[in-house]
């Protein structure tokens, strides 16, 4: 059976990266929570930083909101100074944001470590946003296919099969990241599509059916749309434009397109 008939819930999550310490997180969703409460029919989730997801949860617990944190450790305790872990979390967030590209380039993690993160999520009943994405030198150079096929077997190797549809991947083409330069639909539509048959390898097609594919990377207000608009994409992970009112727009565009379909 094909998954295409599956209908996949929208998902548009705001990576707040490293903006907002708490009394700021705390004014900023002020400002977004009634609008974004409004909105039917799609998950709405704000990644704060870790040190502002309790003034954040304060605010948001009660709604129908969601946080996510950015990253966490595996470990549930002990002797791993400046980490997270997914015992804290559990409680406040919903979502946890895993190999991020900053992450897997300023900061040193592996495929073999993002995937220990999402398997400690999934125990911990968080659901990891776990995300992909080549570099320019990659896709300049025709690695695009190599470079994802190796993020995603690495990061998301021996996930309870029972459990996958707790799982968000987002596809984020680190040339796509704070440069203003969407990949275009046909772009994200690609690597998606490339994205679900090496889930569907993996796991076969119809457990990853439910798996949400979100894209990431320059997602605005004004190309939120034409990004909805493609069925393969089923939400966004946006950077930027989460830290102005452009979110609800975002979130509003994803509400919209997916209700149509
Ligand atoms: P921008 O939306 O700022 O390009 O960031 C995307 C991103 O990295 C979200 O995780």
Known sequence: MSGAAIRRRPIVAGNWK???????????IIRILDDLERIAGVDRVICPP????AAAHALTGASGVALGAQNMYDAERGAFTGEISPLMLRGLCEYVILGHSERRALFGE?????????????????????CVGERLEDRDANLTER???TQVRGSLAGLPSERLNDLVVAYEPVWAIGTGRAATTQDARDVIAIIRALLGEMY????TAGVRVQYGGSVTAANARELAAEPEIDGALVGGASLTVDFVDIVRAFAEAKSLG
């Open 110 to 130: 592996t495929d073999e470590l993002v995937n220990r993160k999402a398997l400690s999520a999934l125990a911990h009943d968080l659901k990891p946003i776990v």
């Open 147 to 149: 470079v994802i096929s």
């Open 204 to 207: 076969g097609d119809e457990a």
């Open 18 to 28: 490293m903006n907002f310490g708490p009394s700021d997180a705390h004014a900023f």
């Open 50 to 53: 870790a040190i502002s997801i």
